[in-house]
C-alpha cells in the first residue's frame, strides 16, 4: 500500500520529468496523471495539486486508497450514476460533515438505472467536505468527500 | 418530438463528426468520454463532456446503463451511438425508448433482425434480394454435408457475427472439423451466440454496398453504392462511391434490392446494405445490414452533396428526409483513405502515443474527419483509426491523384502509420484499374 508520502514523491518525480501522461497499475493501485489538466474540460473537476499536475486515483481498483489533496483525502465517484447521501428520501444521510468513517463505511450510494451501488470511504479519517449535490448527476472520478485523515 | 440536446456516446473523428452535425442542426451537445479521452477534440468542442468511466472500453462506451443515465442526468433527449461501440445494440436502442430518449438509429426490432445474419438472410430472401447457397449448420457433421453438397472452399461464418467479424474461410475438408469446433467456441465466447452458417465462398468478391435512409413518413431511399474492397483482414482500408467498372443496370438493380429491403423490413434512419459482387460473373448477393452511420458515409456525401449525419439527426426528431429519390444526384467521383496508427513493419500492430505533429493539407476537393491535431495522444484501448481523407474530383483519376497528393503531404510524427501502405495501394495499376477484390490486398499488395 502506498503512503501519502509515496504519492507525493510519484508526483514530484513527474513534475520533474518530461512526461505528459502517466499511468501505472500495480494490483489493487492504479494511477493516471495528465499534465496540463487544469486546461481539461470543466467537468470533472482536477483536484488540486502541488506542482503543475492533476493526478487522481482510479477508485475501480478494488483497494486503492482515495486521493490525497493538501486539505484532506477525496472519496472520488467510483462510477457515473445519480448521488444520494441516504437509503431513501427523507432519511438520516449515511455521512455529514464532521462524522468519522472507516476504510468500510459507507458514505452514499449511487444509482446506475435502477441499480444502486454503495460507495465505502476506502480511508479512515473525519468528513470534511460533501462537493456533490444530493441527487445529481456524478461523473466517473468527480469528488463526492473530502476526508480529513488522522494527523500524525 | 423534436430534439434540443443530444448525447454522443462515443469517441475519437467520428465524435468530433456528431458534434458538428448537432451545431448544424442547432442542437446543443454532450460528449460522455472516458476518462482517456477527456481532453480529446470531441470533448473540447461539445457543450459539456461527462467523464463516462475509466478508459477500458468495457468500463465505459460499452455500458448501456451508464450512457442511458449519463444522458439523462446531463438533460439530454436524445442519444448518437456513432459507429462501432452500442452504435448497433439494441439494448441500448431500447433501453433508450424505455426511458424516453431518442435512440439515433433505427428501431431496436430492426438491430435484433439485422444482428442475427441469420434472420437477416431470411429477411434479405424474402424480399427477394439474392443470397449466397448457405444455410445455418446443426453440428459439425452437418458442415461435412454442407461441404459435399456445395464443395471447398466454404466461409463459415457466425450467426451473431457481422461487420468482418466471425468468419472463417474453409479451403479444404481436412481443415473443416477443426474449424467448426473453433468457430464455435469463437462464436460462442465472442457474440455470446454459437450458431454457425455456412456460405459457398465466392473468390473473386468485390464489397459493393448502398447507403438507404429512410424516415417515419414512409420514405425510403438511396444515396447511391460504395466500393469497399480494399479490406485487410475483412477490415476496410479505402472506399469510393461510385462503385467503379459496374454494369448500370447491375448499380441500379443493386440500389433498388437494398431500398426494397429497407422497406421491406420497416428501416428508419441512415443505413447500410452490404453486398457481395461476384467479380467474375457480375452476379451480387446481399451480405448484410449496418443499422448505423458508416465509417466511410464522406464519400457518400460528398457525391450527394448531402449531410447524411445531419439527417439522422432530422429523421431521429420526427421530420422528414429533407430531399426525395428523384432530388439524388450524383457527381464526380469520391474516394477515402482510412489513415490508422499502425506499424505495416510489424504486421500492423497498433502504434499508439502522442502525435508530435499532425497537420493534414489543405487542398480544394479535400476533406479530413479527424480528432488528431498536435499534441494529442492516440490511447492504446481503442481502434486506430486517426483519420479519413476524402478527395472529390471530377472523376476516379481526378479523385485519386488528389489523394495520393494529400497523403503525401500530410505532415504526421510521434507515431507510426499505414500512410505508406494507402498510398502504395492508390498508386497501383490494379487499382487505377478498378481490378480490386476483397482478398486482393493480402493476396497480391502486401506479398508483392
Known amino acids: 500500500m502506498l503512503s501519502d508520502d509515496d504519492v507525493r514523491e510519484i508526483l514530484r518525480l513527474i513534475d520533474e520529468a518530461a512526461l505528459a501522461e502517466l499511468q501505472i497499475e500495480t494490483e489493487g493501485f492504479s494511477l493516471h496523471v495528465l499534465r496540463g489538466g487544469a486546461s481539461a474540460p470543466p467537468q470533472p473537476a482536477p483536484v488540486a495539486r502541488p506542482g503543475a499536475s492533476a493526478a487522481q486515483t482510479s477508485p475501480a481498483a478494488p483497494a486503492a486508497p482515495a486521493a490525497p489533496t493538501r486539505e484532506g483525502t477525496v472519496i472520488e465517484a467510483p462510477m457515473l450514476g445519480t448521488f444520494y447521501r441516504a437509503e431513501a428520501p427523507g432519511a438520516t444521510p449515511f455521512v455529514e460533515v464532521g462524522a468519522r468513517v472507516e476504510p468500510d463505511t459507507i458514505v452514499c450510494l449511487i444509482e446506475v438505472m435502477k441499480m444502486m451501488n454503495s460507495v465505502p470511504a476506502r480511508v479512515a479519517g473525519t468528513i470534511v467536505e460533501v462537493c456533490a449535490e444530493n441527487a445529481a448527476l ?15 | 418530438m423534436s430534439l434540443a440536446r443530444v448525447f454522443i456516446a462515443n469517441r475519437g473523428e467520428i465524435a468530433v463528426r456528431i458534434v458538428a452535425a448537432c451545431r448544424a442542426a442547432g442542437l446543443e451537445c454532450v460528449v460522455g468520454a472516458s476518462q482517456a479521452d477527456l481532453d480529446g477534440l470531441a470533448a473540447r468542442q461539445a457543450d459539456r463532456v461527462v467523464c463516462i468511466g475509466p478508459p477500458p472500453a468495457s468500463e465505459s462506451y460499452l455500458r448501456v446503463e451508464t450512457i442511458v443515465a449519463a444522458a439523462l442526468g446531463s ?5 448518437h451511438p456513432g459507429y462501432g461501440f452500442l452504435s448497433e445494440s439494441a439494448r441500448l436502442a431500447s433501453a433508450a425508448r424505455e426511458h424516453g430518449l431518442v435512440f439515433v438509429g433505427p428501431p431496436a426490432e430492426a438491430i435484433e ?3 442475427d445474419k441469420l434472420r437477416a438472410r431470411a429477411a434479405a430472401a424474402a424480399a427477394e434480394l439474392p443470397v449466397v447457397e448457405g444455410r445455418e449448420l446443426a453440428d459439425a457433421a452437418d458442415a461435412r454435408r454442407f461441404a459435399r453438397e456445395h464443395g471447398h472452399p466454404l466461409m463459415l461464418k457466425a450467426a451473431g457475427g457481422g461487420g468482418g467479424r466471425g468468419i472463417k474461410l474453409v479451403r479444404d475438408s481436412d481443415e473443416l472439423d477443426t474449424a467448426y469446433a473453433v468457430a464455435t467456441a469463437e462464436a460462442l465466447a465472442a457474440f455470446g451466440d454459437p450458431r454457425l452458417y455456412a ?33 485487410r483482414r475483412y477490415q476496410k482500408l479505402v472506399e469510393e462511391a461510385p462503385a467503379p467498372a459496374l454494369a448500370q443496370d447491375t448499380r441500379e438493380a443493386l440500389r433498388a434490392a ?7 423490413i420497416g428501416y428508419r434512419n441512415l443505413g447500410t446494405v452490404e453486398f457481395i459482387l461476384d467479380a467474375a460473373t457480375g452476379s451480387f448477393y446481399f451480405l448484410e445490414v449496418n443499422c448505423r452511420i458508416q465509417v466511410e458515409h464522406p464519400v457518400t456525401e460528398a457525391v450527394t452533396g448531402r449531410d447524411l449525419v445531419l439527417e439522422q439527426l432530422e429523421v431521429a426528431g420526427g421530420r422528414p428526409l429533407s430531399f426525395a429519390q428523384e432530388e439524388v444526384a450524383f457527381d464526380g467521383h469520391a474516394i477515402e483513405a482510412r489513415l490508422t496508427a499502425e506499424d505495416p513493419e510489424r504486421s500492423f500492430m497498433p502504434s499508439p502515443g502522442r502525435l508530435t505533429r499532425f497537420a493534414p493539407p489543405q487542398l480544394a476537393g479535400l476533406r479530413v474527419d479527424t480528432h488528431c491535431h498536435d499534441g494529442a495522444v492516440i490511447p492504446p484501448y481503442y ?35 499505414n500512410r505508406a501502405l494507402l498510398a502504395g495501394v492508390l498508386a497501383h495499376p490494379d487499382f487505377a484499374s478498378a481490378a480490386i477484390t476483397t482478398r486482393w490486398l493480402e493476396e497480391e499488395a502486401i506479398a508483392a
Do not use: N
Open chain 2, 113 to 115: 433482425l439485422a444482428g
Open chain 2, 75 to 79: 438533460g439530454c433527449d436524445a442519444i
Open chain 2, 258 to 264: 437494398a431500398v426494397r429491403l429497407a422497406r421491406s
Open chain 1, 138 to 152: 456524478v461523473e466517473y472520478g468527480q469528488p463526492l468527500f473530502v476526508v480529513q485523515l488522522p494527523s500524525g
Open chain 2, 383 to 417: 481502434d486506430s483509426l486517426m483519420a479519413k481523407l476524402i478527395a472529390h474530383g471530377d472523376d476516379r483519376e481526378a479523385a485519386t491523384a488528389l489523394l495520393l497528393e494529400a497523403l503525401e503531404a500530410l505532415e504526421v510524427e510521434g507515431v507510426q502509420t
Open chain 2, 199 to 231: 456460405e459457398r465462398f465466392v473468390a473473386a468478391a468485390r464489397h459493393v454496398e448502398v447507403q438507404v435512409a429512410a424516415d417515419e413518413h414512409g420514405s425510403v431511399v438511396h444515396l447511391g453504392e460504395r466500393d469497399c474492397s480494399v479490406q
